[in-house]
């Protein structure tokens, strides 16, 4: 009998549904071995080694797995395809061997990689075994030291200079940063005012009836429309309201829209959060259902390259349930445009297409039963549209010219107002992913130099507006875009400076905290060049670098590490402590009579202390009010909770005797909100 490691139990079971009783399965239930939780764990000499000891929670395991290894001819490591799962591979082995004193050596460990859980990937993987890859595990190496070295050095000198019990992370900070600037830029945004012009104009009996459309002015005379106060706009409506109208040109266009790109990482999190207003942390976790049971392809990726098996599939499928007007001549092809590493092979897509419908989704993990259904036909949809005939649309262009003809009239300028409209004639890809947005309205045929009536003149004052706040989608679109993080970082990055609030989550925008604020001041004035964007992204690529064996982890340590040390001891001495800006209640201490009430943000929220704190110790429970009755029990007030892991939700202030509970602002609403299978889980979590 031969072993089979993997790292879930899910995964465990899925193997075990196709492969034969030749295969025992034994799960590692994750990491096995990992630094120190309380020293760092690393040699600071010129080779900073890692001191991986053996996780303490996983020794049960780790004895199960070495006795299922002695009775076994060949032992292959099938943890998943990428850094994290190669160091898992590489550190079974460690403990297999036990410092060469087992019998299990390398020529009977087997290392195996299969990005989909199917039979076939499975057994083509067993065909096909290579050694640990120690470029990749080498690469997680240097991620694991990097980051330790930042977080342990920094955490010191935050307790010293802001605040006792912060932390800092290289990739997180850089997430804060960019939050925390978006914040500045909207505070110094100054608004502007502009107006927007509009005639609703209708045909001359035009085959019989009359057909109304609207026009918006685009230029006065020769030059681009922009009316900037209430008086232009006033004198431009009273030359419109007295001006005769015809059609100065009418043009026609056909507009191809290409279907997406397959999901990787980070699209999929940006759709999750966009269409279903998921975390990237719950994005990510449903997906990881998907996989395992053997549903979809693995879910961490950066790449869009998809197997010539899945396109011959898809494309059989689209010409049976489609029809041939569907199907392109040649296959579709994505080119990938993030740097891609060793681990990223394919795009996340199903691994049947002919799994069609979301009801066929059955899961052994019944936690996620629903969301799975709902993830998986976004997932199955994208993947076919890639492969389905281009949308097409007819496209007209209305230009209308507004003058006077009248001789007794002060001269005006002729104004140019503007109408386009597109009318869908092939759906192509739109048929198994429809608009969700209104298309641009038809117009009616009109022939140039007609005459037009008008009906009426609207004009409309507008104000421009701010930078929007960061969402879950917009902000890992842009650490993508700036080339930091990973596809297996995006959603720590994001749960973890919540986790620390440093950032809090407003109706999907992230807002900095006080502290988020302090910590982000002190460590870009004092540290500018460790979290400055580029220089991430450069760490990044150096990651990548050293998993394509192109560079040694070492020598990088080294370049990044002995300036930052230096720069460590120099802040320490002549940096200035940073004070967190606090809410003020206007009430005096009732302990010291001397300070004031301000809010604070503690580890587990908000709470009230004296401002001489800690002078004085003055310390109190803070109630966050959104000024609302309870919806469900009319008595009680809702009130802002936070859950263990830090994510702020709304709650009824009699809790235990009412239960309310939701994700969502029910003032913002209007009304109570319906309870979903998500704010069911609410108080599960507090």
Not at 277 to 302: C, F, N, P
Not at 402 to 430: C, H, I, P
Not at 572 to 585: A, N, Q, Y
Request: aromatic share 10%; glycine share 4%.
């Amino acid at each position: 009998m031969d072993l089979i490691i993997v790292e879930s139990p899910t995964k465990a079971r899925t193997l075990s549904r196709f492969l034969g009783r030749e295969y025992a399965i034994e799960a590692t239930m994750g990491h096995i071995k990992d630094l120190p939780k309380s020293q760092l764990g690393i040699d600071l000499g010129d080779d900073f080694k890692p001191d991986y000891q053996v996780v303490a929670k996983r020794q049960e395991t780790i004895n199960k797995i070495k006795s299922a290894a002695k009775k076994s001819k060949l032992v292959y490591l099938a943890t998943d395809p990428d850094r994290e799962g190669e160091a898992i591979a590489e550190h079974v082995y460690e403990v297999l061997s036990d410092n060469g004193k087992s019998s299990i050596t390398r020529e009977n460990l087997k290392r195996i990689v299969f990005h989909e859980i199917t039979k076939g990937a499975v057994e083509e993987a067993i065909k096909n075994p290579r050694k640990v890859d120690k470029n990749l595990v080498e690469a997680q190496v240097a991620r694991r030291v990097l980051d330790r070295l930042v977080g342990y050095k920094l955490s010191p000198l935050l307790w010293k200079k802001v605040r006792r019990g912060l932390s800092a992370g290289r990739v997180q900070s850089v997430a804060v940063r960019l939050i925390v600037e978006k914040e500045k830029e909207i505070l110094s945004f100054k608004a502007v005012e502009y107006w927007e012009i509009f005639c609703n104009v209708k045909t001359q009996q035009l085959k019989g009836k009359n057909e109304e459309f609207s026009v918006q002015l685009a230029k006065i005379g020769e030059k681009k429309a922009e009316v900037k106060d209430a008086k232009t706009a006033k004198e431009i409506v009273s030359d419109l309201e007295k001006s005769d109208y015809k059609v100065y040109n009418v043009t026609y266009r056909e507009v191809i829209k290409r279907p997406y790109p397959p999901f990787t990482t980070s699209t999929l999190a940006q759709a999750g959060a966009r269409i279903f207003g998921w975390s990237a942390k719950k994005t990510m976790s449903v997906a990881q259902a998907l996989y395992e049971e053997g549903l979809i392809t693995y879910h961490r990726t950066d790449s869009l390259n998809i197997s010539a098996v899945a396109l011959n599939a898809a494309r059989e499928f689209i010409n049976k349930e489609f029809g041939p007007s569907y199907l392109p001549e040649k296959v579709r092809e994505y080119k990938t445009q993030s740097k891609v590493a060793q681990e990223a092979h394919e795009a996340i897509r199903p691994t049947d297409v002919w799994v069609r419908h979301e009801d066929k989704v059955n899961l052994g993990n019944k936690k996620f039963i629903s969301d799975a259904k709902t993830l998986y036909k976004l997932i199955w949809n994208r993947f076919i549209a890639t492969q389905m005939k281009d949308s097409i649309y007819d496209e007209t262009r209305i230009d209308v010219i507004a003058s006077r003809t009248k001789s007794n009239e002060r001269k005006m300028n002729n104004y140019l107002l503007r109408a386009t409209g597109q009318v869908m004639k092939f759906d192509g890809w739109r048929k198994v992913i429809p608009a969700t947005y209104e298309e641009a309205p038809q117009l009616p045929k009109v022939e140039k130099d007609a005459a037009l009536d008008l009906v009426k003149v609207n004009s409309e004052q507008k104000f421009t507006q701010p930078p929007a706040r960061f969402n879950e989608a917009s902000l890992i679109k842009t650490l993508e875009k700036l080339g930091i993080g990973r596809p297996s970082t995006y959603a720590p990055i994001i749960s973890t400076i919540q986790v620390r609030q440093y950032v809090e989550k407003e109706e999907g925008k992230f807002f900095p905290t006080p502290v988020g604020m302090a910590v982000n001041d002190f460590l870009i004035g004092n540290f500018p060049d460790v979290f400055e964007y580029s220089f991430t992204a450069g760490m990044e690529d150096d990651l990548d670098k050293i998993a394509n064996g192109e560079r040694e982890w070492q020598e990088m340590m080294k370049k990044f590490y002995r300036p930052f040390e230096k720069k460590i001891k120099t802040v320490d001495k002549k940096s200035k402590r940073v004070e967190i800006e606090t809410e003020k209640l206007g009430k005096n201490c009732p302990k010291c009579k001397k300070g004031e009430l301000v809010i604070r943000i503690g580890r587990f929220g908000k709470f009230v202390s004296c401002s001489r704190f800690p002078d004085c110790d003055y310390k109190e429970k803070y109630l966050e009010k959104i000024n609302m009755k309870c919806p469900t029990c009319k008595k009680g007030e809702i009130i802002v909770k936070t859950t263990r892991t830090g994510r702020k939700f709304y709650g009824c202030s009699r809790y235990p005797e009412c239960d309310f509970a939701s994700w969502q602002n029910p003032k913002l609403t209007g009304k109570k909100p319906e309870k979903s299978e998500t704010d069911k889980t609410v108080l599960e979590k507090v």
